[in-house]
């Protein structure tokens, strides 16, 4: 035997939604907003702190602020041969590609596990190189000494090498330190 079929529920004018139903729109219009919250931060974040990163200029041979150590721009410079490779033969550049040589010096202000000397190179239309991964060694390469010997106060020299296009090496801005955070990076110029 069947059972007798239902009439559907309706609802008459003027009574209340179940609480599971109440709840359920609660819990969509919550995650609704929540959504909403981090779609409006995350646009935000990204326009005012991603790519490209914001410059802030320091004036030629001056000294720029990093997160714990100061740094100044003595030169920058090209050439095809720098430092050593490992068979003790010039480093030379990858084809179509020059050196350009940062000579820097860092004032260490505070102690660290390890001192951040994040520098990139940036040209006259924003885009920027990090230093050469594997370039080869040179004296000067170390940022400052192992962070137990290093004096605070004391100033170190410091020697970068980055690999560019040729035909970006005659359009250099100067060399910026990564703050490692969504401030403006100080932009070393050499004296002139």
Known sequence: ???????????????R?????????LVAAIAALLVLIYLSVELTYSSTHLDP?????????????????????????????????????????????????????VTPRQREDYLLCSLHLVSTDGRSWDSAFGAPTHEGESCAPDPENVELGTTYPFVLGFQVPATEADHLAGLAVDMFSWRSYPLLRPAA
């Open 17 to 25: 939604l179940p609480p599971a139903r109440v709840r359920a729109w």
């Open 53 to 105: 990163p914001r410059y802030t200029p320091v004036e030629p041979g001056e000294v720029g602020h990093g997160k714990s150590a100061d740094f100044r721009l003595l030169s920058l410079r090209q050439t095809e041969r720098w430092g050593q490779q490992s068979g003790g033969e010039p480093g030379a550049p990858d084809p179509g590609s020059v050196w350009v040589v940062a000579e820097l010096e």
């Open 1 to 15: 035997m069947s059972a007798p079929l239902l009439p559907p529920r309706t609802r008459t004018p003027g009574s």
